[in-house]
C-alpha cells in the first residue's frame, strides 16, 4: 500500500507552492529499474485534484500479484500550477503571489518538464520511467514529447494516457461549446487551440519522442466527459507517426471514478510497463 512507501514532498520551483511532487520510494538503489510518473487531471484548473489522487492506484499497483512489479524503483506524482476555477475564486489583491492561481499554457507544461528534470537530476533514472496522465494530465504527458524545448530532459520509454484531451477544438464542437470556459482559461482564444492540441501537432511525434518505446490510451465507455472519437482520433496521430501503440477501451467507470479506484489505471500501468521492459 501507498502509505507503507517511503514518502516525502518536494518542491521543484519556487514561483507558486504548487510546485511540487510526492515520492513514494520503493528501491532508489537499483538504476534499472522503472519510476511510474503520474500527472493528474482538472481541466488545468481544479485544486480538488492534486498529487494525492494517485494514492489508490499505487495501491493497487503495490497489492498486485503481477511480476513486474519488482522491476518498480518507485512511484511519483506531480502537481502543476493552475488557472482560475470559478468556484475557488482569489482576490489577486489580498492573495500572495505563491498562491494565486492564474496559469496559462504554457505554464502548466513547464511545470511538468520543470517536476521530471528535478527528480531526474536528483534520482538519476534517466530514460527508466513511465509517464502517466489521466484527462488533462494525459494531454500534457503528450504535450511534452512534442514539445521541442526538451534539452534538459530525458524524454520516458512509454506514455500511458487515460480519458486524455487529445483535440481541443474537436471535443468542445462535439459537446456543444461546453468546454470552451476551461479550453479557454487554459490556451487563451480558441484560434490557439490547436497549435497546442497533442492531436493537432503537425510533426511527428515519434521524431521528437527520443527513446520512446510505446504508448497506451485508455478510455471508458461509461464516461460522459470524454466521447469515443477523442480517443480515436489520438490513436489515428499516433499510428499516423509510427508510434508503437497499445488500446485499452475496456476502462470501467466515471471520469473520476477510474483513478479513485486504480484498479483498471494499475491493470494498465503493469501491461505497459511489462511490455516495455521485455524490449
Not at 71 to 93: E, M, N, T
Amino acid at each position: 500500500m501507498a502509505a507503507s512507501l517511503d514518502y516525502s514532498v518536494h518542491q521543484y520551483g519556487t514561483e507558486n507552492y504548487l510546485q511540487k511532487l510526492g515520492v513514494w520510494g520503493v528501491d532508489f538503489e537499483d538504476k534499472s529499474k522503472y519510476w511510474i510518473i503520474y500527472i493528474h487531471g482538472g481541466a488545468w484548473r481544479d485544486p480538488r485534484v492534486d498529487l494525492e489522487t494517485f494514492a489508490p492506484t499505487i495501491d493497487r499497483i503495490v497489492s498486485s500479484q503481477h511480476p513486474i512489479t519488482s522491476a518498480i524503483a518507485a512511484f511519483a506524482s506531480l502537481d502543476y500550477r493552475l488557472g482560475p476555477h470559478p468556484l475557488f475564486p482569489q482576490d489577486p489583491a489580498s492573495t500572495p503571489a505563491t498562491q494565486y492561481r492564474n496559469a496559462k499554457h504554457p505554464d502548466h507544461l513547464n511545470d511538468i518538464r520543470f517536476a521530471l528534470s528535478y527528480l531526474q537530476k536528483r534520482y538519476g533514472f534517466g530514460s527508466n520511467y513511465v509517464l502517466v496522465g489521466h484527462s488533462a494530465g494525459a494531454c500534457l504527458a503528450f504535450q511534452l514529447v512534442g514539445s521541442p524545448e526538451n534539452a534538459d530532459l530525458v524524454l520516458p520509454q512509454a506514455i500511458v494516457g487515460f480519458e486524455g484531451i487529445y483535440d481541443f477544438t474537436g471535443i468542445n464542437s462535439r459537446y456543444r461549446g461546453g468546454y470552451a470556459e476551461f479550453l479557454a482559461g487554459a490556451f487563451g482564444d480558441p484560434s490557439c487551440w490547436d497549435s497546442a492540441a497533442p492531436m493537432k501537432f503537425p510533426g511527428s511525434l515519434k521524431e521528437g519522442w527520443d527513446g520512446g518505446k510505446l504508448a497506451a490510451l485508455g478510455w471508458s465507455r461509461d464516461d460522459p466527459l470524454i466521447d469515443e472519437p477523442e480517443i480515436d482520433g489520438m490513436t489515428a496521430k499516433l499510428e499516423k507517426d509510427g508510434v508503437k501503440l497499445v488500446l485499452f477501451k475496456d476502462l470501467h467507470g466515471g471520469h473520476d471514478e477510474l483513478w479513485e479506484n486504480g484498479a483498471d489505471v494499475a491493470r494498465m500501468i503493469l501491461t505497459t510497463l511489462d511490455a516495455v521492459y521485455a524490449t
